[in-house]
């Protein structure tokens, strides 16, 4: 148990919150729910900081709903968006709604016998069963035009955007609703979000005060940048996922390892479920040797472990290892065929017929006329190399040029070959 807004403070994670929150939490168990847009059938690192926030909220003995947006994500949330999204049909929402499901549940606890057990919950489920003049008649007469316009999204839109769409501008509407419907049937009080989304938040706390005389709370977490100024959770192949079909724990693991010093000191505090304590011992132990990477190693750890499981961590851990470190044949083999092609992502490959590598003579042959010159140009050259211990295949030395090709097969179809310490070639046996 923590006092939850004590907790966000010292990790960085408190933007903004609406006055006598602090109070509110401390009079018993409350309830606070966060919505995720279901554009995607995967949650990404973006959407790892209200997973945590959730996560946080929880852990400080308070009960949280994850609303995954099946009426909203229909529209799109204009906020701070220069054009409007293409809408999704109920289908593909339907899909991608059962895929969030799915991965919110390795963070949050929804055991029955909880007392504040987390729940799901997803607007379309009440917003389906509204007519549009319903809507308008009970929820649109409530907030002025001039409140929605007032909002920075909404502002911002208009000045720099392409315009607005009636269906985006009411987008505030149905999220200030959701919030209330929360509030009257669920005594949800409290509503989080990313900074982005302090509008659309505040017009649910309006429209609970002006529909039933009631209060209710806010509380917003900082939008995550990198310290070069970047857009977090992207990369040169687009965003991480948390799907590992989408991006491979090893991609993932990666992703986390290869921060800046200066983005992991932050990003430990959001990221991880580190006491203070020990967050603070790793940075001192950083500090004195940056170059061992010690922060970017835990976090790493400890977010690929929290969203992929131990196994999938300790793979990442052996892959990583053959590339920058001392690493075996046994490693190497280890690996499974999705997570050997995303170590070797990008390596030179070369396919040979099963039947003509099995009657290659011996490695000179397979590593210059077989690999058609595209590992050595000439049998001298690879005879050359082999003597002065510079090839190896699957991690282990070759030394002599004239051995027979007895290498066990990867995955049984894949030879790894290193000229030099950087050069990395496949063979791909069809």
């Not at 204009?78 to 991608?96: G, M, Q, V, Y």
């Amino acid at each position: 148990m923590n006092n939850f807004i004590d907790e966000l403070r010292w990790r960085g994670m408190l933007q903004d919150l609406t006055p006598d929150l602090d109070k509110h939490l401390q009079e018993g168990m409350r309830s606070a729910y966060l919505g995720f847009d279901p554009t995607a059938d995967s949650l990404h690192i973006g959407h790892l900081v209200g997973v945590m926030t959730l996560l946080h909220f929880q852990r400080s003995g308070h009960k949280p709903y994850a609303l995954v947006g099946g009426a909203t994500g229909m529209i799109g949330d204009p906020s701070f968006k220069s054009a409007e999204r293409n809408l999704l049909d109920k289908a593909t929402l339907d899909h991608n709604v059962e895929c969030l499901k799915k991965q919110l549940a390795k963070f949050l606890n929804f055991a029955e016998g909880a007392a504040n057990k987390a729940e799901l919950v997803n607007n379309y489920d009440w917003m389906s069963q509204f007519t549009f003049l319903d809507f308008i008649r009970d929820v649109g007469k409530h907030i002025t035009v001039n409140y929605m316009m007032a909002k920075d999204s909404v502002k911002r839109r208009l000045e720099e955007g392409s315009g607005l769409s009636f269906t985006e501008f009411s987008y505030q509407l149905i999220q200030g609703y959701d919030f209330f419907h929360l509030w009257k049937n669920q005594g949800v009080s409290i509503q989080l979000g990313g900074s982005d989304q302090w509008g659309n938040i505040i017009t649910g706390t309006e429209l609970i005060r002006k529909m039933e005389g009631g209060s209710a709370f806010a509380l917003t977490v900082p939008l995550i940048t990198k310290a070069d100024g970047s857009k977090f959770g992207k990369t040169e192949s687009g965003s991480v996922w948390l799907d590992p079909e989408k991006t491979s724990p090893y991609a993932f693991y990666q992703f986390w390892l290869n921060v800046s010093d200066e983005d992991a000191s932050k990003y430990i505090r959001i990221f991880t479920l580190l006491d203070k304590a020990s967050i603070e011992s790793l940075e001192k132990e950083h500090q004195e040797a940056p170059h061992l990477r010690i922060l970017q190693k835990e976090i790493a750890k400890q977010v690929t472990i929290m969203v992929h499981g131990e196994e999938e961590y300790e793979m990442a851990l052996k892959a990583s290892s053959i590339l920058f470190g001392k690493s075996s044949t046994e490693d190497l083999a280890a690996l499974d065929e999705r997570t050997f092609l995303q170590v070797f992502d990008g390596v030179p490959q070369v396919q040979i017929k099963r039947n003509e590598f099995e009657e290659t003579a011996n490695v000179v042959d397979l590593l210059s006329e077989k690999a058609q010159g595209l590992i050595f140009p000439s049998k001298g050259e690879a005879r050359k190399m082999i003597q002065g211990g510079g090839v190896s295949i699957n991690k282990e030395k070759v030394s002599d040029p004239n051995s027979p090709v007895a290498f066990p097969l990867l995955q049984d179809k894949y030879l790894l070959v290193q000229k030099g310490k950087k050069h990395y070639y496949i063979i791909s046996v069809k």
